[in-house]
């Protein structure tokens, strides 16, 4: 009579009977799916705090965007809505801020004449200065006043001779009619690596010298002062925009974007603004972008290598607990099917129960696989690379843990099927286990032996699994990249090999003794090697690894 059975209701039975096992093959799938995560997390974690460490080493113009123009007052705010949008377009990969500089011409003392002038200075407005210098003396200007407020650097404010409360009289160089008084109200001081600042002389020394004029300056206004200076005469002005990408929220998956979109930047303008703006891009970050993403390819390429070794073992481990779980419950399965178990009920209770193991396990990875990686920044030779920090969930990490699970639970139900039709099968097959592996009795180990042995002699001459293609391109080498894990597969199932041999002269010392312990284990252990060598293939591959 076929047997009737609530799947859910029994799977939850089963495994409450058997929980000790079952709690051991779920602290092993844990303990793989987030192996296998966490060199995801790892390699991400180790690739951006290079990336980030990379690009933040660069010079400030090589690491942002600037697109500059002569223009009208008049003009600006169109064009600013014009511009504005496409830098940000083009930082879509990182987000970032765009701020505004406005330089006027250049000023110089009225009481020299002016052939006689060699020292000049200008007027400049930047947007958010406050939040990215520090104020050591005064305080910031206010627009409007009379006379204008200005603020200067330190360094300029040392070659100038200026310090909070002087007040200066300027007269522009190309309109002798244009005169500005203005009061210094603030100083501030600026890092030499600050990206608003571009690197630019003048901002970060407060001195240029160009054949027989000298620059100091400049002098920071507030904008609607700046636009003002002109009056009613529309003096053009110097704007530029300049995009600073947020480095620390660039993933090394969005440096192609950033840098297409860096590199696209001029021709998009072209097609948004009036073609007799004559905007200027000026950027070194496709550039940038080109060697640090050479440099992330080759280090990430060592994760990768160690990795894909993780999966080795992780899926080995996925392996011994379905063989675990199925030499438990093999005497069980044979008599469900001799009632009647249909192979549907038989799959569908498995799946259930590798959903029940697996899909908590994959769940928890991505979690414990970022905890992994902090303990690993936090402590050890990795400490203070800023593992912490850069360790996060990216999408990787998550397809790679769901894949994990499904992987499992595939493994969990795909033995149930060669399970004997009847109990006596069943214990039969127990009983009558093989000596040998059928990789074993292919060669498929020595073949795995040999084929490593050549990938890792490749690979020790190149130095790393990267090859140019038809194109002159950097890419991994699919065969250098898997070298070190078949030579991992190969070497621990040729091992395989050597241990029955070795449990054969330990059963014939071991029978020669007077305790029975030793001479039972010994003959257990030479007559079913591969029951025992199942757990000493997991130790072998992680001593390996």
Known sequence: MPIRTGLPGAVVQRSLADWPVVLAAWLLLVCATTLLATGVVYGDAVASGGLHRALLAAPPRDRTLEVGLSTLPGSLDGLDRLIRPEIERAMAATGGDVVRVVRSGSFADPAIPAADVTELTQFQSLDGLESRTTLVAGAWPRAGAEPVEATVSDAAAAAMGLAVGDRLSLVSRLDTTLTNAVVISGIWRAGPDEAVLLGDELLTTGTTIAGPYTTRGPLVIREADLLAIGGARQTRIEVSWRGLPAIESLRVDGVDALRNGAADLAARLRGTIPANASARVSTGLPTLLDDVGRSVLVSRSGVILLTIQFAVLAGYAVVLVAGMLIERRRSEIALMRSRGASSFHLIAMA???????????????????????????????????????????????????????????????????????????????????????????????????????????????????????????????????????????????????????????????????????????????????????????????????
């Not at 397809?399 to 595939?410: D, E, F, K």
């Not at 286990?433 to 009795?441: E, F, I, S, V």
């Open 351 to 545: 799946v259930l129960e590798a959903a029940f193991l697996a899909v908590p396990a994959a769940i928890l990875a991505p979690f414990l696989a970022v905890g992994v990686v902090a303990l690993l920044g936090a402590f050890g030779p990795t400490a203070g690379l800023g593992l912490t920090d850069s360790a996060q969930i990216g999408q990787s990490a998550i397809v790679v843990a769901a894949a994990a699970g499904l992987a499992c639970i595939v493994a969990l139900t795909v033995p149930t099927l060669t399970v004997a039709a009847s109990p006596a099968g069943a214990r039969a097959a127990q009983g009558r286990q093989a000596r040998t592996t059928l990789a074993q009795r292919l060669g498929l180990d020595l073949a795995l032996v040999a084929v490593a042995a050549v990938a890792l002699w490749q690979l020790r001459l190149y130095g790393a699994p990267l090859t140019q293609n038809a194109r002159g391109s950097l890419g991994l080498d699919p065969l250098l990249v898997a070298a070190p894990a078949i030579g991992l597969v190969g070497g621990a199932v040729l091992a395989l090999r050597v241990v029955p041999r070795i449990a054969e002269l330990g059963e014939r010392l071991l029978v020669r003794g007077r305790g029975l312990v030793g001479s039972l284990g010994g003959r257990q252990l030479a007559r079913r090697p591969l029951r025992y060598t199942r757990a000493a293939l997991l130790l072998m591959l992680a001593a390996a690894l």
